[in-house]
């Protein structure tokens, strides 16, 4: 039986994996600021403004889903430290009215979120270690996991760690559009000495979310990937796994660009519950390129 789901934040880099991937089992309703980048027998491209409440409102109460992955958010940490009444709506205020309406509805929440809620000193978190957001994005994205565990009923938190990829739709918050293009000019890419991660790619991203869409799984699941890698060592593995020179990629220091905020330093994921719980495997960081480089995407 076909199963009606909303995706909000449909034409980012994480919701268009979601839109794209849903296979027939889905009747996908998504929710965006944005023109439909796409058009497909069984995806239904809703134009709202996610701080209108009532406009939100009213597509829920008419659709009446079965399943919800909010992916919305305001995702760029310095556009957050800089916008904090903006980034409180859109990351805190939206979760609490998707879970609200879930809660009447009984529709199941997927809520996504971030590494970026740990404070870095320890690294390989799991779901129940203490969180401590280093920066105003991380505080948004923390109280939105709690606005979704006061409000909803049948849940879950994908947390996700950096996220590599592709867009589906040509745009969205990714590093590696930009890293291949200067690659390809031979140009240098300065990416962060320091900082550690557990990087997924969005095509794995978007399926277990859609898997946990469709089960019972309850709590929150860290959706990371196999390898704890500094961000420096992933950029040059990456660059040499698709035949560019891994010289290309040097270390710098973050700390001394102007304006960049603080990023927690090691927020490696600890992934054993998504690999013991769900379908979807999780990825080396080469194998995880090569599913990302030969996924087709949606334009
Ligand atoms: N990318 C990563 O590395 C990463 C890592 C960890 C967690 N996450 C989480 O993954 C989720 C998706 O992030 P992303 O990387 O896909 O970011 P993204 O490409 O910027 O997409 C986020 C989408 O949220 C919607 N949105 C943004 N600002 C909005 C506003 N003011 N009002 C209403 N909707 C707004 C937009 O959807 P429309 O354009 O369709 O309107 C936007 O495309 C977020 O919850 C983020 O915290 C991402």
């Known amino acids: 039986m076909t199963r009606r789901l909303i995706v909000t934040g449909a034409s980012g880099f994480v919701g268009g994996s979601i839109v794209c991937q849903a296979g027939d ?13 796409i058009r497909r027998d069984g995806l239904v491209w809703h134009r709202l403004d996610l701080l209108e409440p009532g406009q939100v409102t009213r597509a829920f109460h008419e659709l009446r889903p079965n399943a919800v992955i ?6 760029d940490i310095e556009y957050c430290q800089t916008h904090q009444d903006e980034a409180w709506r859109v990351n805190v205020e939206t979760a609490r009215l998707v879970a609200e309406l879930c809660r009447e509805g009984g529709v199941r929440l997927v809520h996504v979120s971030t590494d970026t809620i740990f404070d870095g000193e ?4 799991r779901e129940d270690d203490a969180p401590g957001p280093v920066n105003y994005y991380g505080q948004t994205k923390l109280a939105a996991e709690a606005a979704v565990v006061a409000t909803a009923v049948n849940w879950a938190i994908g947390r996700l760690a950096i996220v590599m990829g592709l867009p589906f739709f040509g745009r969205g918050n990714t590093f590696l559009p930009k890293m291949l293009v200067a690659l390809k000019e031979g140009r240098q890419v300065g990416v962060p000495q320091a900082e550690i991660r557990t990087p997924v790619d969005v095509v794995t991203a978007g399926r277990a979310l859609l898997e946990l869409a469709g089960n019972e799984f309850q709590g929150r699941i860290h959706l990371a990937g196999n390898e704890v890698v500094r961000r420096v060592d992933m950029a040059r593995r990456i660059a040499a796994h698709v035949g560019f020179s891994p010289d290309l990629i040097v270390p710098n220091d973050p700390s001394v660009i102007p304006g960049r905020v603080a990023r927690p330093r090691d927020v490696s ?10 379908k979807t495997p999780m990825r080396e960081l080469e194998d995880a390129v090569d599913l990302v480089m030969r996924t087709k995407m949606g334009n």
């Open 25 to 37: 089992a889905w009747e996908v309703h998504a929710f965006s600021g944005r023109e439909p980048p």
């Open 70 to 75: 909010h992916s919305a958010a305001i995702a």
């Open 122 to 125: 320890k690294g390989g978190y």
């Open 269 to 278: 994921l600890d992934n054993t519950v998504a690999r013991t719980t769900l």
